[in-house]
C-alpha cells in the first residue's frame, strides 16, 4: 500500500511559536486530508487538500502532489493547538484513506 | 460537533462475545466510513459504505461486518472478540467519494 510519512513525529512549542509539520507519500494521490486529534480524542478535519494551498484562521496547508508532500503550518499557536495531527491520503485507483503516524504537538503557556 | 454521531461511547465486554456498533452520518452525507484507532496499528481503515453499497475494504477481519441501511445510518458488528480488538473505533462520513470526511466520537471498545 501506499506509504505516509510525517515529520517530525513530536514536536513541543512555547505558545505565539510558528511551526511547519510534513507529510510525504509514495504515489500519486487525488485526496489529501490533515486531522488534528485533540486531547480527548476528538478528529477534526482540517483541511481537504489535494492540491495547492489552502488558509483557514490561523492554519494554512499547502500540497505539492507532483512532489508528493503536504505541508501544514500553525502560526502564532495556541495551547488549544495542542494533540496530534495526522495527514491521510487515497491513491489515485483506490477509495481507501491510509493515515500516517501522526505528528503530536505539544504547545506550552 | 462534526455532525456525525456513534452509540455507545464506550463498551466494555468478554472475548468471544460479539457486539454492534452504530454511526449516523452528517445530514446529506452518503458515505460512511468505519476505522480503527489502536496503539500498535495507528489510524486503519476498515470498510466503506456508499448510499446503501459496500464502495472499499480495508484490514477489516472476517470476523467483522458492517452493513448501511436505507435511511443511511451504519452499524459494525464485531464478533469472536479477542483482547487485540480492543481500541477506538470511529465512524466518518462525507458526501460523496474523495471528500472532506466527517469523524463522529469514536466507540471505545475494551475487551477483557
Known amino acids: 500500500g501506499i506509504q505516509v510519512e510525517q515529520s517530525p513525529p513530536d514536536l513541543i512549542l512555547q505558545e505565539g511559536a510558528n511551526s511547519t509539520l510534513r507529510c510525504n507519500f509514495s504515489?500519486?494521490?487525488?485526496?489529501l486530508q490533515w486531522f488534528h486529534q485533540n486531547p480527548w480524542g476528538q478528529l477534526i478535519n482540517l483541511f481537504y487538500i489535494p492540491s495547492g494551498t489552502k488558509q483557514n484562521g490561523r492554519l494554512s496547508a499547502t500540497t505539492v502532489a507532483t512532489e508528493r508532500y503536504s505541508l501544514l503550518y500553525i502560526s502564532s499557536s495556541q495551547t488549544t493547538d495542542s494533540g496530534v495531527y495526522f495527514c491521510a491520503v487515497e491513491r489515485s485507483n483506490d477509495y481507501k484513506l491510509s493515515f500516517g503516524a501522526g505528528t503530536t504537538v505539544t504547545v506550552r503557556a | 460537533d462534526s455532525g456525525v454521531t456513534q452509540t455507545p461511547k464506550h463498551l466494555i465486554t468478554a472475548t468471544g462475545q460479539r457486539v454492534t456498533l452504530r454511526c449516523s452520518p452528517r445530514?446529506?452525507?452518503?458515505?460512511v466510513y468505519w476505522y480503527q484507532q489502536s496503539l500498535d496499528q495507528g489510524l486503519q481503515f476498515l470498510i466503506q459504505?456508499?448510499?446503501?453499497?459496500?464502495?472499499a475494504k480495508g484490514n477489516i477481519l472476517e470476523r467483522f461486518s458492517a452493513q448501511q441501511f436505507p435511511d443511511l445510518h451504519s452499524e459494525l458488528n464485531l464478533s469472536s472478540l479477542e483482547l487485540g480488538d480492543s481500541a477506538l473505533y470511529f465512524c466518518?462520513?462525507?458526501?460523496?467519494?474523495?471528500?472532506?470526511?466527517?469523524f463522529g466520537p469514536g466507540t471505545r471498545l475494551t475487551v477483557t
Open positions: 459504505y456508499y448510499n446503501g453499497e459496500e464502495r
Open positions: 466518518a462520513s462525507s458526501v460523496g467519494d474523495r471528500q472532506a470526511q466527517y
Open positions: 504515489d500519486s494521490v487525488n485526496n
Open positions: 445530514s446529506g452525507d452518503l458515505s
